[in-house]
């Protein structure tokens, strides 16, 4: 059997081939059989340039059909894909590159040629840009090739996708997603969320991590569901769109927003019939709210980059506020703490393990064997109570990870450019309370006595080279002396009791 992801999806939405697959309101409707074609004239651009499988390509293009093309014509070669949030900066992009040292660079079309120097300065074989529009050169190239109706050969262990995050020392990790760890999570979800062919998804979601790309794309594409494609989130769009759709995936921030839009009524959900959340932690202010004004329970569901989906609050059955449901099938889950497993409603480090757990962190062997225990369950970092009935309740994170607007900000990558800074002796950066992105970084800072002062502006303006502007601190606060233990080290939870409020 051929374990390729593509070839999966493929066969299950086959028998829907004429049917309406994506529509871009107001613009194009593309069916399964177009779809399929797009796919096969990237494979076909991908092969002329000498891909095979086992190669990497790296994106950083705008939300797209383009972008969905490519991202399918990896799948079908067994080429390695790898998409950048469009908000990175150069150096950014730069680290990635070279850590992932791809055969092909591709690009939205950019004003200058930094990029194409970047990738000779590395040596990528190949540089290209493509753009959203009809027009784009590189499209019509690709289109004006013979399609390849190619479905390379890969079983379940063969990497799909390396996928950024990062972690407490600050450099990303490339976390490689196998096509079993994708078509394991589709298929399940597929099941656990009651997805069929019948179903319209809204995807408002960027399509360069997890949740846009795999738990919404992959799933609906398996379920040969409609997928109305929105280029990102915006209010207007996406209430003039729901009363089309019958599922929507988004991050709490997503539904903070709806719940407070005035004309959000009866007409707007009248055919919805799930409302799916995740990436950050859902608020049961807004759980309530929400429940209130549609009747409507939102689905919480739990999960990472390195895992994919790990839980989620029951179709049929409770969804209880503040919790994220049970195991998917085949995943199981553990609470432990120093090594211990907890029995139940005890709080521990929780552990997943199951078909949705990746392959290691890219050429980082031991950094991969740290994250998992010898009998082999990877250890998240989230902390949690599983009750008796095998529920999940999430309750922080052994990292100081913040998730703004669903986006991962990494405290250490940040302090670390800010500890370089003359004019900052030390830093801390942690995560306060924002009422519409859940969380946001803020800078807490000790001056250099030695040097000159710096402003903040100044601060933002070195941190705006080198960072993407969501990881940016909404906020510069300098103090003394930071707060630190007997170790020395930076007591971040008495900062953020202290500072909790400071943006609200
Ligand atoms: C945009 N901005 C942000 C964020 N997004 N700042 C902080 N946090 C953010 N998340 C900044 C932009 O840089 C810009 O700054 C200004 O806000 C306006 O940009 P715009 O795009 O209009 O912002 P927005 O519409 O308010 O975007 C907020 C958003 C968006 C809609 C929540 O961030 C979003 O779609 N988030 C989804 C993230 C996601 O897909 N997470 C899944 C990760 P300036 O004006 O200065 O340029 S996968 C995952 O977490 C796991 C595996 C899982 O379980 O799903």
Request: charged share 25%; net charge neutral; with cysteine.
């Amino acid at each position: 059997m051929n374990h390729n992801l593509y070839k999966i999806l493929y066969e299950n939405f086959k028998l829907d081939l004429d049917k309406i697959c994506i529509e871009i309101p107001d613009y194009k409707k593309l069916s399964f059989k177009d779809l399929d074609i797009l796919s096969a004239h990237f494979a076909s651009f991908l092969y002329d340039l000498g891909l095979k499988k086992g190669d990497r390509m790296i994106c950083q293009i705008d939300k797209s059909l383009s972008a969905i093309g490519l991202y399918l014509a990896c799948l079908r070669m067994g080429v390695i894909y790898t998409p950048l949030n469009t908000s990175y900066t150069n150096d950014e992009v730069e680290y990635f590159i070279k850590n992932i040292e791809p055969k092909l660079f591709f690009s939205k079309p950019k004003l200058d040629d930094d990029f194409e120097n970047m990738c000779s300065k590395l040596d990528v074989p190949f540089f290209k840009t493509i753009g959203t529009k009809d027009n784009d050169p590189v499209l019509i190239e690709i289109l004006s090739m013979d399609p390849l109706n190619i479905f390379e050969n890969c079983n379940d262990q063969d990497v799909a996708a390396i996928l950024f995050t990062s972690g407490t020392t600050g450099k990303s990790k490339g976390a490689m997603i196998t096509h079993g760890n994708l078509s394991s999570n589709a298929l399940a979800l597929k099941e656990i969320w009651g997805f069929t062919n019948e179903d319209v998804l809204l995807h408002a979601l960027p399509i360069f991590h997890v949740h846009g790309l795999f738990v919404a794309l992959n799933t609906a594409l398996l379920s040969a569901s409609k997928i109305i494609f929105l280029e990102k989130f915006k209010i207007d769009d996406v209430i003039e769109n729901l009363a089309k759709s019958t599922v929507m995936m988004g991050v709490p921030t997503y539904y903070n927003r709806l719940v407070n839009e005035e004309v959000f009524g009866e007409k707007v959900y009248k055919n919805m019939r799930l409302f799916i959340s995740g990436s950050a932690p859902l608020t049961e202010k807004t759980f309530k709210e929400f429940k209130k004004k549609t009747n409507h329970s939102i689905l919480e569901r739990y999960g990472m980059t390195e895992t994919g989906m790990i839980t989620s609050n029951p179709l049929d059955g409770d969804r209880i506020k503040g919790t994220v449901g049970f195991p998917l099938p085949k995943v199981k889950i553990r609470a432990t703490k120093e090594g211990k497993i907890l029995s139940e409603d005890e709080k521990g480090v929780i552990e997943v393990k199951g078909p949705n757990v990746f392959n290691g962190y890219w050429r980082m062997k031991e950094k991969t064997k740290e994250e998992f225990t010898e009998d082999g369950f990877f250890i998240t970092g989230d902390v949690g109570q599983i009750d008796k009935t095998g529920r999940l309740t999430l309750s922080g994170r052994s990292s100081d990870m913040i998730i703004s607007g669903g986006f991962n900000v990494y405290p250490k990558e940040i302090e670390i450019i800010l500890n370089t800074i003359p004019g900052i002796k030390e830093s801390a950066i942690i995560g306060v309370k924002h009422s519409d992105l859940g969380e946001s970084p803020i800078a807490i800072l000790v001056r250099d006595s030695k040097e000159q002062e710096i402003s903040d502006n100044d601060i933002t303006d070195v941190l705006n080279g080198k960072l993407a502007k969501f990881k940016i601190p909404k906020s510069f606060i300098w103090i003394d002396k930071l707060p630190v233990n007997a170790m020395g080290k930076v007591q971040k939870k008495n900062l953020r009791i202290k500072y909790e409020k400071i943006l609200l």
